[in-house]
């Protein structure tokens, strides 16, 4: 369960002194140039935070948006997150974020790879999907490395800031999983 942990990386649950940690990406108009949120206001971010908080407590738990930090300096670095979408499907969704001075060294492929073992491990999903704008390549080599596999191109799929945008549709199913991880 929850915290997670890979050999550089602590996967928690978020807490409200977290604040000024995730607003160093949140606000950040490079990081969140093809996400549907943001550049947040302290407000904003505030908001975020107390409303994934209170997400933790519900019963069952379907959603975990968690805090990515280094291990031993335990710095917060970005979120990693998975919804559980359809219960009677076993269906999946992650998504995830990162400080810009943390990109390019691994840490996302690493969080994300922790996140969709605990989903198909402890949530019991049987597939986790997951989109990307589609010149967010850095986010599709992502999935690509830990195995998820492109399924489609969704035409003006999300409304964001002011405009339609498509997305990448990738996924990845239970059984690919263990055998790409040789479980």
């Not at 977290?18 to 947040?40: C, I, M, Q």
């Amino acid at each position: 369960m929850i915290p997670l942990e890979t050999q550089r990386l602590i996967l928690r649950d978020f807490v409200e002194s977290d604040w000024s940690e995730v607003h160093k990406y949140a606000a950040d108009a490079e990081v969140v140039r093809y996400l549907t949120f943001g550049p947040n206001s302290e407000e904003d971010t505030k908001n975020f935070l107390q409303r994934e908080i209170s997400l933790q407590s519900k019963e069952p738990r379907q959603h975990f948006a968690l805090a990515v930090t280094l291990k031993p300096q335990k710095q917060l670095i970005g979120i990693c997150r998975i919804s559980v979408q359809d219960t009677n499907k076993k269906i999946g969704s992650i998504g995830y974020s990162f400080t810009k001075e943390f990109w390019g060294q691994g840490y996302a492929t690493k969080a994300v790879k922790a996140v969709v073992s605990f989903g198909f491990q402890e949530l019991g999903l049987h597939r986790i999907f997951a989109t990307c704008h589609p010149e967010n390549i850095a986010s599709a080599r992502v999935m690509q490395k830990i195995g998820m596999q492109q399924e489609g191109y969704l035409r003006e799929h999300h409304w964001i800031k002011g405009e339609w945008r498509d997305s990448w549709l990738y996924a990845i199913l239970e059984h690919e999983w263990r055998g790409v991880n040789h479980l």
